[in-house]
């Protein structure tokens, strides 16, 4: 069975052939696309774990309009912590918290992220619609992804979308390599080896 020329991998279609848009994609423009604004624009939102230490950052853009379902786009760096695709539940559900506490479900998540080890420049990134499943208020799962055209992110926030990290980007402190410390101790008094006793360990006979 020959496939549809949209389902083709991308060398094999035909010049100008362009890859089919996902259903969970055309259903969401379908159902959601409108003339937003850029309400906030946060560099360095961060979110934490439950001890207080930092899991990860990135540039969270915002787009709003009365009536409509919030957009939030989530662009992340190298060197940031958690990746956006790893913990997509968690980020998602903090800007939901933050943001939207008296709303019935997340913002619309759309996250932009180089691939680990790809040079920047050599190919630019796509744009990533991440659903979920809701159980509870503020908690996300099963997250998917699926391909966005800056064309489809355009059409859905409304207004602009930076594709860069942006100005307020602040790397994270390198850590310092550990230096060894050295201590001065009685070897009597560390754990005897199994198997011997604490005299001198006799040479081996020839």
């Not at 997509?88 to 008296?102: K, L, Q, S």
Request: charged fraction near 25%.
């Amino acid at each position: 069975m020959t496939p549809e020329p949209g389902n083709l991998p991308p060398r094999h279609r035909p010049p100008g052939q362009v890859a089919e848009r996902p259903s969970a994609v055309r259903d969401l423009l379908a159902a959601h696309a409108a003339a937003r604004e850029r309400t906030a624009d946060e560099h360095m939102f961060t979110v934490s774990s439950w001890n207080g230490a930092r899991m990860g950052t990135f540039r969270l853009q915002l787009f709003t309009a009365p009536g409509t379902r919030p957009v939030a786009v989530a662009t992340q760096g190298p060197a940031e912590g958690g990746r956006l695709a790893d913990w997509a539940e968690d980020y998602a559900a903090e800007v939901w918290r933050r943001h939207f506490p008296d709303s019935a479900e997340p913002p619309v998540w759309i996250t932009l992220q180089p691939a680990p080890g790809s040079r920047e420049g050599r190919r630019p990134q796509r744009f990533s619609l991440m659903t979920f499943r809701l159980w509870e208020p503020y908690e996300l799962s099963w997250p998917q992804r699926f391909a966005m055209t800056d064309a489809d992110v355009a059409a859905l926030a409304g207004a602009p979308v930076d594709r860069d990290r942006g100005d307020g980007y602040q790397p994270w402190p390198v850590e310092p390599d550990p230096e060894p410390v050295w201590r001065v101790a009685w070897t009597i008094l560390l754990p005897r080896p199994e198997g011997m006793d604490r005299g001198c360990i006799k040479a081996a006979e020839p």
